[in-house]
């Protein structure tokens, strides 16, 4: 028995299996067959969802992760130098004449005239004064002329000769589109808002 196993180291000896039995790979299959399969040390791991791109004349390998910006919608605009949107209130555009209108409720009689901006207008005994006259901006629900009206009496000289001095009848804003928003109210006149306009015609 003992002769017999001499023999078989000796042939084990001379064909050099003993020598591949001393590899890495032999003592330690598992890990032999692992080393195909997982990355080396130098090589990251790779996210599918990560955005990479190889590096112009780089190997395979060797990939480059390019940073997400965390916000894509505040990405910089031409001309702007903060990267971020500028926006443009729109104003109300203003006029230099405002188109009013009367009514004599004892006569019936119907009056559209004009009052220029600061400009006092007399019409019978009312005395109109228009300080503004502005359409609606473009970002407004509703395109209307709106105008900041005053309107006084006017002083009267009574039989004694004395003078009873004017009063202020309305003062507010009044709109062209909604005229009993805010109403002039009388017992003898009716007055509202037509619309504005750029200048005065000539006399």
């Not at 502005?134 to 105008?147: L, Y």
Request: with cysteine; hydrophobic share 40%; net charge positive.
């Amino acid at each position: 028995m003992r002769a017999r196993w001499l023999l078989v180291f000796g042939l084990m000896a001379a064909t050099g299996l003993g020598v591949s039995l001393g590899h890495a790979q032999a003592a330690d299959p598992i890990g032999g067959l692992l080393q195909g399969v997982m990355p080396s040390k130098g090589t990251p791991p790779t996210n599918p969802s990560d955005p990479v791109k190889a590096k112009p004349g780089s190997p395979a390998s060797e990939v480059v992760v390019e940073p997400v910006p965390s916000d894509p919608t505040e990405a910089a605009l031409p001309g702007s130098s903060s990267g971020r949107r500028v926006y443009e209130v729109p104003k109300r555009k203003r006029y230099a004449v405002a188109v009013m209108q009367v009514l004599d409720k004892v006569t019936a009689e119907t009056m559209r005239f004009e009052v220029p901006i600061n400009q006092p207008i007399r019409y019978k005994s009312l005395i109109f004064s228009v300080r503004t006259c502005e359409t609606s901006a473009s970002n407004e629900p509703v395109r209307d002329s709106i105008a900041h009206v005053q309107i006084d009496s006017e002083a009267t000289r009574g039989a004694d000769r004395a003078i009873t001095p004017g009063r202020q009848l309305f003062r507010g804003w009044m709109f062209a589109s909604s005229p009993g928003l805010n109403p002039f109210q009388h017992p003898v006149y009716d007055a509202w808002l037509i619309a504005c306009k750029t200048s005065a015609p000539a006399a």
